[in-house]
């Protein structure tokens, strides 16, 4: 049986992966991150074509016992992007688990290992304001239709505002 929160969450058509490695992350690099964005939003067709359809992966930390949010290096990075590029609510897709390691990220009041996080809900509310003005601004910006809008925003609230399943 498939997982309940996903029944009205729309798929993944055209998987994107938003890689972040290990170099980024030691070296804090994230204007290399930020340079492989702009061809997403590069024009309103590739804009809308990405919707939703992005994962956030960290790679080179699979031999690492520690789980990304455990690692402080990790959560500057996302930190910072989360900060400089407030697309991510339009881009990174509702299915996975790529949003709920951006606010873990950016949200922990603490963070007493093994993956868990004690949130700081008001954090958690600034974090999807951010979410939210990037999507007006990208749909605003094009001209996109106000129920796909909607539905986004329902969904983002849904994912990071309802209780675990």
Not at 68 to 77: A, F, H, K, S, T
């Amino acid at each position: 049986m498939s997982n309940p929160s996903f029944i009205h969450q729309k798929g993944v058509t055209d998987p994107v992966i938003l890689l972040i490695s290990r170099r980024q992350v030691e070296q804090q690099d994230l204007n290399s991150v930020l340079a492989s964005l702009k061809l997403f939003s590069a024009t309103r067709e590739d804009t809308w074509l990405y919707k939703g359809q992005m994962t956030l992966v960290v790679d080179g930390y699979n031999n690492d016992d520690r789980e990304l949010v455990d690692i402080p290096e990790v959560r500057q990075i996302i930190q910072r992007l989360a900060e400089a590029w407030p697309y991510w609510g339009f881009f990174l897709n509702q299915v996975d688990d790529s949003i709920k390691i951006l606010a873990a990220c950016c949200c922990g009041a603490s963070y007493p290992g093994g993956g868990a996080v004690v949130m700081d809900q008001a954090a958690l509310v600034k974090l999807l304001t951010k979410g939210f003005d990037g999507m007006n601004t990208l749909f605003d910006k094009h001209d996109f239709p106000e129920h796909e809008l909607e539905a986004m925003s329902n969904g983002l609230v849904n994912l990071l505002l309802s209780p675990a399943t």
